[in-house]
């Protein structure tokens, strides 16, 4: 019996496996092996509806989004990951990082501090992370418009915290929503 | 025989499941995503970002590699050749020769444009070839003995199979290549990767379409003289007497 059993399934629930799942995940970001063994156990964990509450909980989103991220090359890794981003990540998640994104480009067009610079960069690497199965939503939202604009403006300006990494996030957005639809393997829920 | 045909309806079902994705999914792609980036001037957005800093290596490198994906939408060629990628490219090409992430994800978005003949028009008239011959005439300096080759491949395959797609577009085309060069730049390339078959087939596929039956004969002369490789004189001969 493999861990795709339910009863073994549920025993490793059961014994704290999510948070220790989701710690070691967001604590060994860079190593390829420890992020595609995590992310191929949470995509068995959370076919199980029960189990993606204790996941979201536990901050799994989060370190979902920045092990997708940083390791663009690995097909494995961004093939599991996108599966989990299916299963756990709701609409209103994703229409909630537009908004975040929008109000942190207007915040940092105005102050251009360094936390409000993160903010703009985090949520574009979260929608990075839920292009994959979300592109309606955030065309509907005006995820596009928001991603374009941090671009045209940051790009733009001499003296800004994190320019190269919020531009490299924007140009991995758009990049993941452009792709070829005959690449696209997960089928959205 | 429950379980044969029992199987055999599981697998017509997640066929036809399959197919509906796929035509959603590019239904989606073609007819939702592009009208809102080309309204919102994105293309312009990004090859504008990428033009104001072309010293920063990474960000030229994933800001290709969107473009790269933004032009496998075929709606977007017009606004690709329009607003100045391929020069984008072709400048980052001259700028970061040695580095081979910059180059392949810039092969990348020429190999998506080449896709359509907009594209392929496009990309020999605004300079596209001439980089590329340029690149593959000097890739001897460049790449040998370099060990990140395995990381990004080949770029040679790439600028080879862009040249080939152009070439094929017109006969205009075909010659504008030949004048700038291709012909040469291609066997300089096959030259330089005798042991690579990748570079080999393409390079054979693109000497098909420049060569006229004359240079064919010349051309497998000159390598046999270098090489003597079987392969080589095989697929000409193919290519001579298919």
Redesign the interface.
């Known amino acids: 019996m493999g861990l795709s059993h339910p009863q073994n399934l549920q025993r490793t629930v059961t014994a704290g496996s999510i948070p220790a799942c989701v710690g070691s995940l967001t604590n060994l970001l860079d190593d390829v092996n420890v992020v595609q063994a995590n992310l191929t156990f949470l995509a068995t964990i959370a076919t199980d509806p029960a189990n993606v509450i204790p996941i979201v909980d536990a901050g799994g989103v989060q370190a979902l989004i920045l092990s997708l991220y940083r390791n663009p090359e690995s097909d494995v890794i961004q093939e599991a990951g996108k599966r989990v981003v299916a299963m756990i990540v709701s609409p209103d998640a994703v229409i909630d990082e537009v908004k975040e994104l929008q109000e942190a480009l207007v915040e940092l067009k105005a102050s251009k501090d360094e936390a409000t610079a993160e903010r703009v960069e985090m949520a574009c690497i979260g929608l990075v992370a839920f292009a994959s199965c979300n ?2 939503i955030i ?1 509907e939202e005006g995820g ?2 928001a991603l ?2 941090t ?2 403006w940051v ?2 300006q001499r003296r800004v915290p994190k320019q ?1 990494e919020i ?2 996030s ?3 957005a ?9 690449y ?1 393997h997960v ?1 959205c829920p | 025989m429950i379980l044969l045909s029992f199987s055999l309806l599981s697998f017509i079902h997640s066929f036809i ?1 399959e197919l509906y ?2 035509f959603m ?2 239904n ?2 073609q007819d ?2 592009w009208p ?2 080309d309204m ?3 293309v312009q ?2 090859v ?2 990428i033009n ?2 072309p010293k ?1 290596k ?2 030229v490198r ?2 290709f ?2 473009l ?3 032009s ?2 075929h709606a977007s060629h017009e606004a690709l050749v329009e607003n100045g990628a391929i020069e984008c490219v072709t400048n980052a090409m001259g700028k970061n020769a040695k580095e081979l992430g910059v180059v392949a994800s810039a092969i990348s978005m020429l190999q998506g444009l080449g896709q359509r003949n907009l594209g392929g028009e496009g990309i020999v008239e605004r300079g596209g070839i001439k980089a590329l011959v340029k690149n593959l005439k000097g890739a001897s300096t460049r790449l040998q003995g370099r060990d990140d080759i395995g990381e990004w491949g080949n770029p040679t395959v790439g600028m080879l199979n862009v040249i080939t797609r152009c070439a094929k577009v017109s006969a205009f085309n075909k010659s504008k290549i030949r004048n700038a060069q291709g012909v040469d730049a291609c066997i300089a390339a096959m030259l330089l990767f005798p042991n690579d078959d990748d570079v080999q087939r393409a390079g054979v596929r693109c000497l098909s379409e420049l060569l006229i039956d004359r240079e064919v004969v010349q051309a497998v002369r000159h390598l046999s003289t270098y090489m003597g490789m079987l392969f080589l004189r095989l697929s000409f001969l193919y290519l001579l007497f298919p």
Request: hydrophobic letters at 45%; one cysteine or more.
């Open positions: 592109v309606d065309v596009i418009t374009i604009d671009l045209k790009s733009q190269q531009m490299d924007c140009f991995r758009l990049e993941q929503l452009s792709k070829d639809p005959k696209v089928s | 499941h994705v796929l999914f590019a989606r792609y939702e995503l809102v980036l919102e001037q994105g957005a990004i504008a970002a104001l800093h920063q990474r960000t994933t800001g590699r969107c790269a994906a933004v496998r939408i």
